[in-house]
């Protein structure tokens, strides 16, 4: 059972930043893909960020070129860095990760963008 943990989330104003971080419990070259997920009061969870084995990463165009996902294996820690944020980021925020055929999800950290 992989367990994943997830913090950095908080307050910021709008045009902040903030890095988000994910805790693997083990190696986090043994998962296929390592993505990040958010999901906004109301509105379906949605991909903001994943990073394969290899390390090619893909975003969405809602926060290509404020986002960047990136990984230390030294670490087993995966992270978010968000730029330039906006109101409409506001969102739980999810680690998550692919190892062969299983998903398995962080309990989420609470991001809000707010004046």
């Known amino acids: 059972q992989v367990q994943l943990v997830e913090s950095g989330g908080g307050l910021v104003q709008p045009g902040g930043s903030l890095r988000l971080s994910c805790a693997a419990s083990?190696?986090?070259?043994?998962?296929?893909?390592m993505g990040w997920s958010r999901q906004a009061p109301g509105k379906q969870r949605e991909v903001v960020a994943t990073i394969t084995s290899s390390g090619v990463t893909n975003y969405p165009d809602s926060v290509k070129g404020r986002f960047t996902i990136s990984r230390d294996g030294a670490k087993n820690t995966v992270y978010l860095q968000m730029n330039s944020l906006k109101v409409e980021d506001t969102a739980v925020y999810y680690c998550?990760?692919?190892?062969?055929?299983?998903?398995?999800w962080g309990q989420g950290t609470r991001v809000t963008v707010s004046s």
């Open positions: 998550n990760v692919l190892k062969f055929t299983q998903d398995y």
């Open positions: 083990e190696s986090i070259f043994s998962f296929n893909v």
